[in-house]
């Protein structure tokens, strides 16, 4: 009978990366801010539901809620997103201008940013 082959094949497992590796290969998550819409007596239900239509795509019936909240709560979050994003919605609140149907109204809605907890 013929001999039989010396070499084997052996089967190598690699060795579990270690946490730390696994860690920065994923990539990290960006933080997220919340854009705050607040309260004034300068500003319409219309006024407001058309703006978040115009700048967020919200729909009427959305809008219509979010108007409702912010008139009642003080203040809502409008949209939660990544920082520059988040910066950007709230400086196009401020320079959506005043409410054309109401006299009193002077300039555009207040908003701010602040971190998502």
Do not use: C
Not at 58 to 80: C, M, S, W, Y
């Amino acid at each position: 009978m013929p001999a039989a082959s010396a070499e084997t094949a052996i089967e190598e497992t690699p060795a579990p990366a270690p946490p730390e590796a696994e860690r920065r290969d994923k990539p990290k998550r960006q933080p997220r801010y919340h854009v705050v819409l607040w309260n004034d007596d300068d500003h319409t239900y219309d006024y407001v539901v058309t703006m978040l239509q115009s700048l967020f795509g919200h729909p009427p019936e959305r809008g219509f809620r979010l108007a409702k909240e912010v008139d009642t709560q003080g203040r809502v979050i409008v949209l939660t997103t990544t920082r520059e994003h988040a910066e950007l919605k709230r400086d196009q609140i401020h320079a959506f201008g005043a409410d054309r149907l109401l006299a009193r109204s002077k300039g555009s809605m207040k908003a701010s940013i602040e971190a998502e907890s």
